[in-house]
Nanobody, 122 residues
Framework: QLQASGGGIVRPGDSLRLSCAAS????????MGWFRQAPGKEREIVAV???????YYEDAVKGRFTASRSTAENTMYLQMNNLKPEDTAVYYC??????????????????WGQGTEVTVSS
């Protein structure tokens, strides 16, 4: 029901835009999150768009990443600018259909995309 895409191999300072296309659920009725998992590390929150439209960003990406959504396309985006090597990870989109208050907890999310890999390397 969630299809993530847009990953790739880029150099430090470059930009990428990830997409998460939803089917079978409506993005603006759910909390939608972007998570990432780097090799050997636990999955961590990156950004959230609440059903209300408000956003949350993890400190390391504030000012560089922007989460947005298109109601018409039922698609969520993550614009990533000024990418750094430490942004290298598999990025996942996820849907929290219960609109949990624990938006940073991966356990709050009940639908997950398959992941798209981002590699930032010189």
């Amino acid at each position: 029901q969630l299809q993530a895409s847009g990953g790739g191999i880029v150099r430090p300072g470059d930009s990428l835009r990830l997409s998460c296309a939803a089917s079978g659920l409506t993005l603006n009725r759910n909390n939608m999150g972007w998570f990432r998992q780097a090799p050997g590390k636990e999955r961590e929150i990156v950004a959230v768009i609440r059903w209300s439209g408000s956003t949350y960003y993890e400190d390391a990406v504030k000012g560089r990443f922007t989460a947005s959504r298109s109601t018409a396309e039922n698609t969520m985006y993550l614009q990533m600018n000024n990418l750094k090597p430490e942004d290298t990870a598999v990025y996942y989109c996820a849907a929290d259909t219960d609109r949990s208050v624990s938006i940073t907890n991966s356990r709050s999310y009940d639908y997950w995309g398959q992941g798209t890999e981002v590699t930032v390397s010189s």
